[in-house]
């Protein structure tokens, strides 16, 4: 067995070690908050924020329980093109995870300005360029990966895939950076706006709650973001340049969802608390 084999497996062990620990997160916080997303999610009125929140929770845990189940030997096959298939997997998966997040945060950052049109038509037109460029790109690489060579190998002495890797394979979490911190800035200026308004909002556990997680949100996205372009750029033709899909993807969709799920589990609050709150959701949109 030549050096490179064993660096393979080294990697391989610790990619599968991440994908493990991202589905147990996915898993554990699914049952952890199952009883309220039946309660504030299953038991409301059908909205875009509702398709869009479930369509993601449970895509992802469909789509990383395969994920894994390939990562750790038991879902594989003899034939040639498996991991020319599972190649395409992995690319549509990783654009699904991330892309049906950030929807979730559109959606959420739009009430947030007051759901004004010229707010909606700059939200739509940089998701629609983000979009546009992170398809085109996926779908051109696999294409020619399908072509030429497959996007992923068997790892000698398993049956588990590794990505051939590609010099450009950053230029995707690079704008999936760009509008992280986009999405961030306008979420936080109107939340600042309403923190120096009024004070008695400081004190207002909407505010708090939402503060937190949208800042919990953005700070797991960029950093998913960030390590996927480092993990690309150095583990070139590597295992380790997929962990961001192993573990970070998991993460990130984990606080997006809790961005939802806390916000209509506030919907329900106490008498002192009531005046500040339906004022408050009227600039944040919790009820949307």
Request: glycine share 4%; net charge positive.
């Amino acid at each position: 067995m030549s050096e490179s084999v064993q660096l393979d497996l080294s990697s391989l062990f610790v990619r599968r070690l991440l994908a493990v620990g991202g589905q147990s997160l996915l898993l554990y916080d699914y049952f952890l908050t199952f009883p309220h997303e039946l309660d504030h999610v299953w038991h409301a009125k059908w909205s875009t924020v509702k398709a869009v929140f479930l369509v993601n929770r449970y895509g992802i845990l469909v789509g990383q329980f395969l994920y894994t189940l390939q990562e750790v030997n038991l879902f594989v096959s003899s034939s040639d093109k498996f991991c020319l298939y599972f190649g395409w997997f992995t690319a549509l998966f990783g654009v699904f995870s991330g892309e049906t997040i950030q929807v979730l945060v559109i959606l959420r950052a739009w009430p947030i300005w007051g759901c004004t049109r010229p707010v909606a038509i700059t939200l739509i037109s940089t998701y629609i360029v983000y979009f546009t460029i992170c398809a085109s790109f996926t779908f051109y690489t696999m294409a020619m990966a399908s072509v030429h060579d497959p996007a992923l190998l068997v790892v000698e002495g398993t049956s588990v895939c590794a990505p051939r890797g590609t010099l450009n394979a950053w230029i995707v979490p690079c704008v999936g950076l760009l509008l992280d911190v986009f999405a961030s800035l306008m979420v936080a200026y109107p939340l600042v706006k309403i923190f120096r308004r009024t004070q008695q909002f400081r004190h207002s556990l909407i505010y708090r709650v939402l503060a937190r997680d949208a800042f919990l949100f953005f700070f797991t996205s960029i950093l998913s973001s960030v390590m996927t372009i480092v993990s690309q750029s150095v583990f070139v033709n590597d295992p380790l340049s997929q962990i961001s899909l192993a573990f970070f993807h998991p993460l990130s969709a984990v606080v997006g969802q809790r961005v939802v799920l806390n916000l209509r589990k506030l919907r329900s609050q106490s008498s002192s608390e009531s005046i500040i709150n339906s004022t408050l959701e009227r600039h944040i949109g919790v009820t949307r």
